[in-house]
């Protein structure tokens, strides 16, 4: 772990071994610094336990830079629970999870991400009150439940933010965009952006998924592997990370990236890449920060130290184009690529 290149002196690493459930999780807490770190629990099935250990390590740092640029009083973690090759999650799985949350006594909130749902978190609940995006019942307010439809409309906002600072544009009627993944996040901005009549690419790995969202909204589709050399306006990733690098940014042909998938650059110096190609690109943890707004306000407002409305939230979502403008207008005045000019506030932020 010491000499693994995403350990960012992270306070805590947990690694959990339940036998009898065959749990397998780590738990990386990143910073405490604003605040209990949170972040959302990722169900995936890992080629081995080192790549399970370099996705917590990344994820979490994301964590801690998002909450700090979104204003939130919140430091930065992130678990994943590696999954068997059959995706094999039973129930008493999920419950010794929560054990193990409950055990770090409210250092680490956790959520859902890739993998896991809102009935899952559910049954994390039973074993410790340190978790949000739970179910909702009837008439509830949706605040803290899914976090998929808040991470949509930050996106879209930012998005727009966007084009409007790359093409000038204050309309997205005519706007073509590449959208990379059509689960929940991605799903659910393209029927924004169909909505404001852009032009739209989809791609999925679940092709019928895909198509099936494409005959819904009048789109076009393309095998997975060829969305990121589509010619469009804007690229729209919202699928896994690490797939801006050397090879595909070079194939690239658009003048914006902005999408909701977590650590999008393999490497910093990829953004320096983007940079030099005069590519604008919104950094993944200040565009797709709709979802933890919602379930940490959702957490906070327990002891009444912040309001959880839906208009509570939609205000501090409504703030992401106003972050993303900043940090464009830095980049340009400094030279520096975005993500650098980002994480420097970031770490700032966080003591760093």
């Known amino acids: 772990m010491w000499n693994n290149p995403a350990f960012d002196d992270h306070e805590k690493i947990t690694l959990v071994h339940d036998r009898a459930s065959g749990l397998r999780a780590i738990i990386a807490i990143h910073s405490t610094h604003l605040g209990p770190s949170a972040g959302g629990t990722r169900f995936w099935h890992y080629a081995d336990s080192a790549a399970a250990l370099t996705d917590a ?3 979490s740092q994301g964590m801690s830079y998002k909450n700090a640029l979104a ?3 919140m430091g930065g973690g992130k678990a994943v629970i590696l999954a068997d090759a059959n995706r094999t999650k039973p129930e008493e799985m999920m419950l010794a999870f929560g054990d193990a949350v409950e055990k770090l006594g409210g250092e680490y909130v956790t959520a859902e991400d890739v993998g896991i749902t809102e009935a899952d978190m559910d049954i994390v609940h039973r074993r410790t009150a340190h978790v949000t995006g739970l179910s909702a019942e009837e008439g509830e307010s949706k605040v803290g439940t899914d976090p998929g439809p808040f991470t949509s409309h930050g996106i879209y906002l930012g998005l727009k933010q966007a084009v409007k600072h790359k093409l000038g544009k204050d309309s997205m009627a005519g706007v073509h965009v590449a959208v990379q993944g059509t689960g929940s996040v991605g799903s659910g901005l393209a029927r924004y952006l169909a909505e404001d009549g852009a032009v739209l690419t ?6 019928a998924r895909a198509a099936r969202l494409a005959d819904e909204l009048g789109a076009k589709t393309v095998n997975a592997d ?7 306006d804007v690229f729209s990733p919202n ?3 690490a797939i801006l690098n050397a090879d595909t940014i070079a194939r ?9 998938a977590n650590n999008q650059l393999a490497t910093a110096g990829d953004g320096d890449a983007l940079n030099a190609r005069g590519i604008l690109w919104a950094p993944d943890y200040v565009i797709n920060a709709g979802g933890i707004i919602s379930v940490a306000v959702e957490y906070l407002s327990r002891d ?3 309001s959880a409305t839906i208009d509570d939230v939609n205000a501090r979502i409504a703030q992401i184009p106003d972050r993303l403008e900043q940090i464009w207008v830095g980049s340009e005045a400094s030279g520096e690529a975005a993500n650098r000019v980002a994480d420097a506030m970031a770490r700032r932020a966080i003591g760093r």
Not at 202 to 207: G, K, S, T
Not at 252 to 258: E, G, H, M, N, T
């Open 226 to 232: 060829a969305i990121m050399t589509v010619p469009c």
């Open 71 to 73: 204003g939130l009083p």
């Open 252 to 260: 690239l042909d658009c003048a914006v990236i902005a999408g909701g």
């Open 202 to 207: 989809l791609a999925d790995v679940d092709q």
């Open 304 to 306: 009444g130290s912040v």
């Open 239 to 241: 699928a896994l990370g």
């Open 57 to 59: 390590l990344r994820l």
